[in-house]
């Protein structure tokens, strides 16, 4: 079992970047999937990108469009989020999670985080 703990949110202007951070406990960080999700007041949680438990393969949902990029530390047991460019539209709560799978969707992820508020201003 592992625990997850999002940081690095804030407010930002719009076209500025920031780099989120998912703290994990416990030794066996490494032997998971770790994927990105956001989520937007009344709106679905959606998946963001995700990468594998060596570090050496990343996927992304369609949408992301080249401006975010994950990447993990083994070492350290944290994954990251680096968002660039960013819009208004931006703006939501955003989990990691992790899975025994290069899964996609909300219910393949086996831990989640409580989300750290990233808020992009015009």
């Known amino acids: 079992q592992i625990q997850l703990v999002e940081s690095g949110g804030g407010l930002v202007q719009a076209g500025g970047s920031l780099r989120l951070s998912c703290a994990a406990s416990?030794?066996?960080?490494?032997?998971?999937?770790m994927a990105w999700f956001r989520q937007a007041p009344g709106k679905e949680r959606d998946f963001l990108g995700g990468?594998?438990?060596?570090?050496?393969?990343?996927y992304y949902a369609d949408f992301v469009e080249g401006r975010f990029t994950i990447s993990r530390d083994n070492v350290e047991n944290t994954a990251y989020l680096q968002i660039n460019s960013l819009k208004p539209e931006d703006t939501a709560v955003y989990y990691c999670?992790?899975?025994?799978?290069?899964?996609?969707?909300?219910?393949?992820?086996?831990?989640w985080g409580k989300g750290t508020l990233v808020t992009v201003s015009a």
């Open positions: 999670a992790a899975s025994n799978m290069e899964a996609r969707d909300v219910a393949s992820m086996e831990y």
């Open positions: 416990g030794r066996t960080f490494r032997r998971y999937a």
């Open positions: 990468i594998s438990w060596t570090g050496g393969r990343t």
